[in-house]
């Protein structure tokens, strides 16, 4: 055993360590820096990010809504790292912009809403009358929409640093809206954590509108973060009814001796007949979908006061179509007082060919309105 053994002892002992070649030194040495550098980059990356949700979280703090320029856009919203979702609307609320949703309407506007519902005063003042469903005025602003759905999320139990809400204004970020060539105000984007935006995370406000509760739907479709609109108590529309039911009541009280004019049947029917227009016209879609006025083309300025889809409307065309069926009902009167009154036969036949000519032109206009709107629909008469 032992005389074979050896050679083998003499050969392990006749071994020489090995060592590494002489040009892996530098190789090891890279790689080692190359580690260190990319821990240092991952946890700068990480103070970076830590930074700027601090310093969202402090402005939140402040304002519901922080308002960005080009240069907070581009840290906080365009460069990583970024582990939070950025609701952004892009408005134009200088008065030189000509933004009419993004502002109060004129004053002849708001006007022209109350004198055609004047019958449904109560109704359209009073936002609880009804507590199956829940009416806007859609003179709203989208701003003030969308200020109450931050304040909800702000001040709700679930808020954290996973969602914030921004403003961006043309003029005080007009290379942001060069740079995501956007052309239209208001407009509401949402910047998810990772990638960029998809078209599903541009909002579509001439479709659904701006109310502050399809805003909330529209978040919780992309980021999951359902938020419960709270909109403070308005007691405009008490006070509104409250004048109202006075007036009515002071009224009956100095007719007391003489309440004939309440079985007048000519005033009970021209109240029937508002109601009847305000509800055909589509008043109640535009109370509780809150849509803009009309719409204005960005490239050629062109104003469009009908909305091109079957699915939404602006508040201009229910006015229209308010005028038409007026118009048409006008006419039939006319032609049915022709009919049975037993006046001058030629007074007669003019109030005739007055009631035929307002029946077949507006009826026609109407008609042209309901093909623009329903693509396909073959029929038409007198105007295409």
Request: proline share 5%; aromatic share 14%.
């Amino acid at each position: 055993m032992g005389a074979r053994g050896a050679p083998s002892r003499r050969r392990q002992a006749g071994r020489r360590p090995r060592y590494l070649p002489t040009g892996s030194f530098p190789f090891l040495l890279l790689l080692l820096l190359l580690c260190i550098q990319l821990g240092g980059g991952q946890k700068k990356k990480e103070n970076l990010l830590t930074e700027k949700v601090e310093q969202l979280m402090e402005w939140s703090s402040r304002r519901s809504i922080f308002r960005m320029n080009g240069d907070k856009f581009r840290k906080f919203i365009k460069t990583p790292p970024r582990n939070y979702s950025m609701i952004v609307m892009f408005t134009a609320l200088q008065p030189q912009r000509q933004c009419s949703v993004c502002r109060p309407l004129c004053l002849l506007f708001l006007l022209a809403e109350m004198f055609v519902l004047l019958s449904l005063f109560f109704y359209l003042f009073h936002d609880g009358f009804f507590s199956s469903l829940r009416f806007e005025h859609h003179f709203k602003q989208a701003n003030e929409e969308y200020q109450i759905l931050a304040n909800s999320w702000r001040y709700s139990s679930a808020f954290c640093n996973k969602l914030f809400f921004s403003m961006v204004d043309y003029d005080e970020g007009t290379d942001v809206f060069q740079q995501l060539n956007m052309n239209s105000a208001p407009t509401f984007m949402h910047f998810p954590p990772k990638g960029r935006p998809k078209r599903a995370d541009t909002f579509d406000l001439q479709r659904i509108g701006f109310a502050a509760e399809q805003l909330a739907k529209w978040i919780a479709d992309r980021t999951d973060v359902h938020i419960r609109v709270f909109r403070p108590p308005n007691y405009s529309g008490t006070i509104a009814l409250a004048l109202l039911v006075s007036l009515v009541g002071g009224l009956l009280y100095l007719r007391r001796n003489n309440l004939e004019f309440i079985y007048n049947k000519t005033g009970w029917a021209m109240v029937s007949l508002c109601i009847v227009f305000a509800m055909t016209s589509g008043q109640m879609w535009n109370h509780i979908r809150g849509p803009p006025y009309a719409h204005k083309n960005p490239h050629n300025g062109q104003v469009s006061y009908i909305h091109g889809s079957s699915q939404a409307q602006f508040v201009a065309e229910s006015h229209i179509i308010l005028v038409l069926n007026a118009a048409i009902t006008m006419g039939m009167v006319l032609l049915n007082e022709a009919a049975t009154s037993k006046g001058d036969v030629g007074k007669r036949r003019i109030i005739c060919l007055v009631g035929l000519g307002l029946v077949v032109f507006f009826f026609s206009f109407l008609l042209s309105i309901f093909r623009s709107k329903y693509h396909g629909y073959p029929y038409s008469f007198l105007i295409k």
